[in-house]
């Protein structure tokens, strides 16, 4: 087993009580020390099967603030990474990471998704993400009238989220929608 497979193991029990799961552990040489980078994101084999619609929030810093104290501490008290110094860095998958696997979708759902599958590429309002398949509203354009999509799972070969700087629905004012995309936590030299 590699060092990623091994700290992903030991850190999946740590994170489960907070809610989260690691979606991916990379370690990379960085000069004498190593870079462990470590994705999480919410866990959502909590919501039910027939809920393939409701929006999962996202995560809050606050809460990859404490996915980073809770690696560390356990990083520091196991010896999976020996005694070699090392910096962590601890965020969510960004808005361009692809969307490969259907918690990965149905994490998304109210968001804007750019989806390629077998027949080609659509761009529209991600609204359900079933055990099967997913629904996409896709808005008018010139050429085009609004449509909605519905799609295999099976048939999708990536999603990826588009930036939307006001997104219908959302509230300006929440302070509770801090995305944690892309900003790592980083936990000093350890």
């Known amino acids: 087993m590699s060092t990623a497979q091994d700290i992903r193991a030991a ?20 000069g004498k020390r190593r870079v462990v980078r470590v994705l999480v994101d919410a866990d959502i084999t909590g919501l039910d ?5 409701s929006a999962v929030p996202p995560l809050s810093l606050d809460t990859v603030a404490d ?4 690696v560390s501490d356990e990083l520091d008290a196991g010896d999976l ?15 361009g990471r692809a969307l490969s696997s259907r918690d990965q979708l149905r994490r998304q759902v109210g968001r804007l998704v750019e989806v390629t599958h077998r027949d ?5 309002r991600l609204v359900e993400v079933g055990t099967d398949r997913l629904v996409l509203d896709v808005p008018a354009t010139k050429k ?3 449509r909605r999509v519905t799609l295999d799972l ?15 629905g959302a509230d300006d004012h929440d302070t509770n929608d801090e995305r944690a995309d892309d ?8």
Do not use: H, I, K, W
Not at 49 to 53: F, I, L, R, S
């Open 49 to 53: 099967d027939a809920d393939t619609t």
């Open 183 to 190: 900003t790592p936590a980083t936990e000093g030299d350890s």
């Open 81 to 95: 990474l020996g005694q070699a110094p090392y910096v962590l860095e601890v965020s969510s998958p960004g808005v």
């Open 120 to 124: 080609g590429t659509d761009t529209g």
């Open 144 to 146: 085009t009238p609004a």
């Open 67 to 70: 996915a980073t104290r809770a």
């Open 11 to 30: 850190l999946e029990p740590v994170l489960a009580p907070l809610g989260l799961v690691v979606e991916d552990v990379s370690v990379s040489p960085a």
């Open 154 to 168: 099976d048939a999708v070969q990536r999603g990826v989220v588009q930036v939307e700087f006001s997104r219908p």
